[in-house]
């Protein structure tokens, strides 16, 4: 997941990203077939063959999204010119995602290597040429809004528990940015071009508080959990506790399609091929060390770190902090307090996934 509120720097003090991105990393594995197979259907449109990963992240997970596209384009039409360029924030940690594709487990020392290029800047803004991109994804990514969102919100730090006009004012904002970022791409996309998006999504279900079930639930609940206990001992102040929301929204998929079926521009803009969300079953993707809590809590630990730390700091740990607390201390005691809570309940916290997947062919 790339954090694209300005203000944030997308990875700046994270732990490693690429060694807890798992999910990620899973996520683009499971869609390879489906990057073949649309990599084929543009493979001829034009002589130049341009891939765009946009919100890219640090880590294998961008290389494996590119790969299956390379594999299919070298094998159809090897003489054409292939370029790929990674897209993402100016935070994002360039140096080791240009060490890994020019690694082993990159692609630019493969035969017949593509021209690899990057752009720096946020995916709600164009970050290529106009007309210029074949095939474009953004996984994991799209979810997170454009911009930081303070709310008075003072039972939750996320979207999928708030109500009333804070759930309004957010739904109004998510629809605006989904739309806006379906503007960018189309800029970009040559006619015949696709774009392929997979980011955290959410299904109906009764028992929630609003109708839904958004992925990672467990997760950000601890978190809410941490924070709400930090904000009675005195760590956290108050009132930037209770205005702090995370920037996201996780799409039903009626909310997706509708959103581009209702808008005038879009649904002249693009076809739809696919819009759906999928259950990723099993969730948990450290099922494998929850007969060790210790293990288990470190690893959920780092996996929640590696997308959420930068967010936290910017706009709960910078503002609590004072001359007594740092905001480093306070990141260190809030994820102390979140490993705790996954030792103690383990699996009970697991993951929970269902990915939006939506794929649009460019008119």
Avoid at 45 to 61: I, M, R, V, Y
Avoid at 128 to 147: E, I, K, R, Y
Wanted: overall charge negative; proline content about 4%; glycine content about 8%.
């Amino acid at each position: 997941m790339t954090d694209q509120n300005k203000g944030d720097r997308a990875t700046d003090g994270m732990v490693d990203y690429n060694a807890n991105s798992t999910a990620q990393q899973q996520n683009a594995l499971r869609n390879a077939g489906v990057i073949s197979d649309l990599a084929a259907r543009v493979a001829k449109t034009t002589e130049t063959l341009t891939f765009a990963d946009f919100g890219c992240g640090p880590g294998q997970s961008t290389i494996e999204t590119v790969r299956p596209a390379l594999d299919i384009w070298r094998q159809r039409v090897p003489e054409k010119s292939i370029a790929v360029c990674h897209a993402d924030q100016p935070g994002n940690d360039w140096n080791a995602l240009i060490g890994l594709i020019q690694g082993d487990s990159g692609y630019a020392n493969d035969a017949n290597a593509p021209l690899v290029m990057t752009s720096v800047g946020s995916f709600y803004e164009r970050m290529m040429p106009v007309g210029s991109v074949s095939l474009a994804t953004c996984f994991f990514a799209s979810h997170w809004l454009n911009g930081p969102v303070q709310l008075t919100a003072p039972d939750t730090l996320w979207f999928a528990d708030l109500t009333g006009a804070a759930r309004g004012a957010m739904w109004t904002r998510a629809r605006s940015d989904w739309a806006l970022f379906l503007r960018q791409r189309a800029k970009e996309l040559q006619p015949g071009g696709y774009l392929y998006v997979s980011a955290l999504g959410a299904i109906p279900e009764t028992d929630e508080i609003n109708g839904t079930a958004a992925a990672g639930r467990t997760l950000y609940r601890t978190m809410q959990e941490v924070t709400a206990g930090m904000v009675d001992d005195g760590l956290l102040d108050r009132q930037v506790a209770d205005r702090f929301v995370f920037g996201l929204w996780f799409l039903t998929a009626r909310e997706a399609r509708e959103s581009i079926e209702a808008d005038p521009e879009l649904s002249q803009l693009y076809e739809i091929d696919t819009v759906e969300v999928i259950t990723v079953a099993p969730g948990d993707i450290f099922a494998g060390s929850a007969a060790d809590p210790q293990d288990y809590a470190r690893r959920y630990t780092g996996y929640t770190r590696a997308f959420a730390a930068s967010t936290l700091r910017t706009h709960l740990f910078a503002p609590s902090a004072g001359e007594t607390m740092s905001a480093d201390r306070l990141e260190q005691m809030f994820f102390d307090r979140y490993e705790a809570i996954y030792r103690e309940r383990t699996s009970a916290l697991a993951l929970e996934q269902w990915l939006l997947e939506v794929i649009l062919r460019r008119k």
